[in-house]
């Protein structure tokens, strides 16, 4: 057999119906997560067609987009912004018992963000495929799983046959080496490589994270560099997966247990890309060049390192219209503008490493005057270990908000927003025009370096802190 | 969804480039159980002020775009989420297809799902596309090609699988569900299980 990479064989392992000329392959996928907002219309279509859902055992559902994290007693006293909100919630509850289904819902401790909970539950594993009605499935990639974003009518798809209709993507290989400095962090490293390669660099593409420097990145942070492979535009990111994936795996509750773990880890050994496989595109990078990275425009493509020039970019309508909604002026660096809101949180950085490094600037030291800043751990485990170490009380001492777990302020749909004309530092992984909420404007950064924002008033270099 | 053959069209045209679907739909739109209604929220922060009113600057609000069914679009329209409601909104609002050098995989993925004909043309084509606002173009599915006012007609590349469920409004689960015994026997036959 010729040498393959990591996509290759966890692709070729999931092909129920070969690929023809005319026809795309059926594609077998192990995991299935959903959550609230992108499946009510699939669950329409198993109705309207009398439909089951194929392998409940192999879905997930859970609630985080629309849900509130405003800090409860007791979850019967939740208020949900809005009657559609609400709804959707409910529907979400009637359609997981209508078929069946396993609900994470309120009041579950394992409850949080779609992206968060597959990990933590041991529910992600290497050569996987995993698919979720989010672009966001990418993070999944950390282990190895092939795992990618879908629209709603292919969530009704996999709903029904456990199956998706796919063409073969084509690979792109992005090879990190050197060790990454002082205070510079996964965040950084991602938002480095978008810039590199844009924010369509990766289109058609499944990206494969190689080298020293990523081989010594913890899961967390690999984590957050598979989450924004999207924002170049891949349809996947995937590491490796190596030690440091089965440690993590290990003893999770979903995790194989006994000697199929022994089988498992043995299989999941033999993913890595073969010495000599090719991929269709290589790009390199060396990480110790690296450092702390803020995104100045409105998309994540448009990043410089946190004390450089923002760019002028010449007679490129699209950049001066970028900067005018951002209010940035170009010739300066970020760290001129004041900050009105700090959000560390999202499937990007709402993970125990990320709180704590938050935590670790915020320290002893107060969140400057008028600067609102949010914590949200992206689920409710998170935020138990996090408690456990007492990071609440750090959060809570410096003047920011601790919440209960979703995506919040990442998206805007529960209620959390930026308000009009504000500008957020904020460690989520889009700074699209409106996404925090109507007018505003998002400046993406490590959890690090928002924290270090948040305390200055202004965009700030977290390396003073150290 | 209704098959699609031919579009002919004058064109609107949106020229920024990364238009993504945060723009294309906002997040505070999709809390919706259904697909119905989603074009009143189409583009809703650039088609209105924030008193409400028609934004005059937004091509789509420029009386001669009212109609048309073809949108060109500057480079990587659609990027983001996976949101389908975002060539949900589009359809809904009337667009047939949209025109430009890249669109965004889940995007184009979800767009042909629901009949919604992704164009991607090259720089030249899109250039002149672009400085033209209101040509008269035609879209033939079958062909895969784009004509001009003048004549000249570009190919789109256009998988064809997706084209055939395009032309004849083929529902994708119907051919999926064609499978189920080799989907059964994938099942039962594999070395591992998940
Ligand atoms: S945190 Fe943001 S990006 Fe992640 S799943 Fe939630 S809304 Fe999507």
Redesign the interface.
């Known amino acids: 057999m010729s040498a393959s990479t990591l996509f290759e064989k966890v692709w070729s392992d999931h092909v129920v119906v070969a690929e023809t000329a005319d026809t795309p392959a059926v594609l077998y996928i192990d995991l299935h997560i959903i959550h609230e907002v992108t499946t009510p219309q699939a669950f329409s279509v198993l109705r309207e067609q009398e439909l089951p859902v194929r392998r409940p055992d192999l879905t997930l559902p859970t609630m985080d987009h629309s849900t509130p994290t405003t800090p409860v007693s007791s979850f019967k006293d939740l208020a949900v912004v809005g009657d559609d909100a609400a709804n959707q919630i409910r529907q979400m509850e009637i359609n997981c018992d209508e078929f069946g289904l396993d609900l994470i819902g309120f009041g579950n401790a394992h409850r949080g963000i779609v992206h968060v909970i597959g990990p933590e539950l041991g529910a992600t594993q290497p050569g996987k495929t995993i698919v979720c009605g989010d672009s966001h499935s990418s993070t999944h990639g950390a282990f190895g799983a092939l795992a990618f974003g879908i629209g709603t009518t292919e969530v009704g798809h996999v709903l029904a046959t456990q199956c998706l209709l796919q063409r073969r993507p084509k690979t792109l290989s992005i090879d990190v080496g050197g060790t990454m400095p002082e205070g510079v962090s996964a965040k950084d490293l991602i938002l480095a490589i978008i810039g590199k390669i844009g924010v369509d660099g990766g289109t058609g593409h499944v990206i494969e994270y190689r080298g020293e420097a990523i081989s010594s990145l913890d899961m967390e942070s690999r984590m957050t560099v598979c989450n924004m492979s999207i924002e170049a535009g891949a349809r996947a990111g995937m590491i490796a997966p190596d030690d440091t994936t089965f440690e993590y795996l290990h003893g999770r509750p979903r995790s194989p247990q006994g000697a199929d773990w022994d089988t498992a880890v043995e299989r999941w050994r033999g993913l890595r890309s073969d010495n000599d496989a090719q991929f269709d595109q290589t790009v390199t990078l060396d990480a110790s060049t690296l450092q702390p990275m803020v995104t100045f425009g409105t998309n994540p493509g448009m990043v410089i390192g946190v004390n450089d020039p923002v760019p002028d970019g010449g007679d490129d309508t699209s950049f001066r219209k970028a900067l005018d909604y951002m209010r940035i002026e170009s010739g300066k660096p970020m760290t001129e503008n004041a900050v009105d809101v700090v959000f560390i949180g999202s499937c990007t950085n709402g993970r125990l490493s990320d709180i704590e490094e938050a935590a670790r600037v915020l320290q002893g030291r107060k969140v400057a005057d008028g600067v609102r800043m949010l914590v949200v751990p992206g689920s409710q485990q998170v935020k138990n270990e996090a408690e456990a170490k007492g990071l609440d009380r750090i959060i809570l001492e410096a003047g920011a908000e601790w919440r209960e777990a979703g995506c919040s302020m990442c998206i805007g749909m529960n209620g959390d927003t930026v308000p009009q004309g504000k500008l957020s530092v904020s460690t989520s992984n889009r700074n699209f025009e409106g996404r925090q909420g109507v007018g505003a404007r998002t400046v993406l950064a490590s959890p690090a370096t928002a924290a270090a924002s948040a305390v200055q008033g202004r965009v700030s270099d977290p390396r003073i802190f150290s | 969804m209704t098959g699609v053959r031919h579009i002919s069209s004058r064109t609107v045209v949106l ?4 238009i ?1 679907t ?2 294309i739909i ?3 739109f ?6 119905d209604g989603l074009g009143e929220s189409l583009f809703y ?1 650039l088609r209105y002020r ?1 008193d409400g009113g028609d934004n005059p600057e937004f091509p789509l609000n420029d009386p001669e775009a009212r109609g048309c069914t073809v949108l060109v679009a ?3 329209f659609g ?6 409601h975002a060539p949900c909104a589009l359809l809904d609002y009337g667009f047939r297809a949209i025109i430009s050098t ?1 669109i ?3 995007f184009r ?2 767009a042909l ?2 009949g919604l004909v992704p164009v991607v043309v090259d720089t030249e084509t899109h250039r002149w596309l672009l400085d033209n606002p209101g040509a008269e173009v035609n879209i033939d599915v079958q062909d895969a090609t784009v004509a001009l006012p003048d004549g000249r007609k570009t190919r789109f590349p256009i ?3 997706a084209k ?1 469920c395009l032309l004849e409004g083929i529902d ?2 119907g ?3 064609q ?2 015994d ?2 059964t026997n ?2 039962e036959n ?1 070395p ?1 299980t ?1």
């Open positions: 020229p920024t480039k990364d993504d945060d723009q906002a997040a505070r999709l809390t919706t159980t259904s697909r922060d924030a500057g480079n990587n990027c983001g989420s996976s949101r389908e890249e965004a995989d889940i993925n979800n799902k629901n998988d064809g699988f055939h994708q689960l051919f999926l569900r499978h189920m080799a989907i994938f099942e594999r591992w998940p």
